[in-house]
């Protein structure tokens, strides 16, 4: 276990939270007092073959995982006020957020779990004069930690003023600009495992015409694809999600769910991934902005 002030712990249950660990919190983290946090848990479902020997393996998965936290009320001359505050806080039906904060080489890194209360929590006083120790199972249904968001913006460079001698009349010369507009995004998954991602673009047509028709979103590393049969004016926008459990397209705020049969809403694979906007009629490429969060196997 690393130093208390080295590892921080927010728990949040419906709209309220406690941090556990630091200078400021009355709450001390115990030595050992989080568990469960350090890796996921492999479950494999077999079945005995009939004629020869060995296992059939039926399905593996990640399941769930149980943690723990153990901390106590640092604060002796308002103990009983710090108790029944955590009382009311500890709601059995509130859904939660268990967020770790490591310090590793003057940086903090954050993770976070969605997560609830799976037991009884117990407060216990050896003496009259002992600090009161708080003990709290969790469960967290989402075997993965989350990083804070990372957000990628479609490369736009612009080309200094360049200067041509086209003469118009006797005096007259052209100056102009150049900008350059890719139509990829790279982003890079440094994660454990793949990710879901939000994908928003919005059409830059000047002309004022039909900025797109039919948007796609094209993996060039295998070639999965999201295809929308729609079009966009300028200054449309269209979000596409592929995060497990929210997956959805809108198209100005609106649910769109005109898309090819071919679609997959496909996740952000470990390492880089080079997304490509293609569109059966694109007069300028779209302004393209992405964010994802890496999913670890433990925090």
Known sequence: MAHELDLTVRLQLGGRSITIGGHASPYRLLSSGFSGSEGAEAVIETAAHAACGG???LSRRIAGR???LVFEIADHDNREAYRAALLSFFDPTADGVLTVMRSVDGKTVTRAAACMLSGRVTLTQESLHA???VRVPLFCPE???QSEAVNRDAAKTVTPLLSFPLTVTGDCGLTS???????TVSVRNTGDAPTGFVLQLTAMDAGGTAGMVNPAITREEDGAYIRLLTSLEKGDT???ST?????????NGEPCLLFDRGSTFFALNRGVNTLKITADAM???PDVRISFRNRYFGA
Do not use: N, Q, S
């Not at 600009?177 to 139509?183: E, F, M, N, S, T």
């Not at 995060?243 to 198209?251: E, I, Q, S």
């Open 55 to 57: 296992d059939a393996v």
């Open 66 to 68: 149980d943690m723990t």
């Open 131 to 133: 600090f009161i120790r």
């Open 143 to 145: 075997p993965y930690f």
């Open 177 to 183: 600009g150049l900008i350059r507009c890719a139509d």
């Open 238 to 240: 269209l979000t596409v």
């Open 243 to 251: 995060v497990p459990g929210a997956k959805y397209v809108l198209k």
């Open 283 to 285: 007069l300028e490429p």
